[in-house]
């Protein structure tokens, strides 16, 4: 069965193309919620459409031998690089100006407990910098002892780094 988005049984969330026809104009609840939600608006008011269907080729046209690198490229490309994105911020914060040369040097930095086991303690990488054996449960216990002392925050930590490149000798 097909439902078109124009259903009047759809459910409208007050987005586009949800419930009435001529519907354009997001719901109040959507009132200052900025690119995010104008991106999911976008989602849903193309859904399905020629431009949202990334997963269907024409057999008249191509094969699915042809279409696949395309339609994977798509699925997994924009994952990967945010993970990438994600991981290079994520790893170089720890070390972003800290004395050179000096390999057991590395920052801990404050996550919010559930964050932290989250990351598997690697906020607290100072200590894995001194201690590279421990296993990352026991991380925390090895902060602890060791005074507990946070360089920044995670999240200052990782911005600071867009200042962008820093001067030698500094």
Do not use: C, I
């Not at 993970?83 to 720890?94: E, H, M, T």
């Amino acid at each position: 069965m097909t439902v078109s988005a124009t259903d009047r049984n759809a459910p409208d969330h007050g987005d586009p193309g949800h419930g009435d026809p001529g519907h354009d104009e997001p719901g109040p609840h959507a009132a200052g919620a900025g690119r995010p939600r104008t991106a999911s608006l976008l989602h849903h008011r193309y859904s399905r459409t020629p431009r949202e269907r990334t997963e269907v080729y024409d057999a008249r046209t191509t094969t699915w031998a042809k279409a696949a690198p395309g339609y994977y490229a798509r699925l997994l490309g924009a994952a990967l690089a945010g993970r990438a994105l994600a991981v290079s911020l994520q790893d170089n914060a720890y070390h972003y100006v800290t004395p050179l040369d000096a390999p057991l040097q590395a920052m801990n930095l404050r996550l919010p407990r559930p964050l932290e086991a989250f990351a598997l303690g690697f906020n607290l990488h100072g200590v894995h910098h001194r201690h590279p054996g421990l296993p990352w449960p026991a991380l925390r216990a090895r902060f602890a002892r060791e005074g507990g002392r946070y360089d920044l925050g995670w999240t200052p930590a990782v911005a600071r780094q867009l200042r962008g490149p820093v001067r030698a000798g500094r």
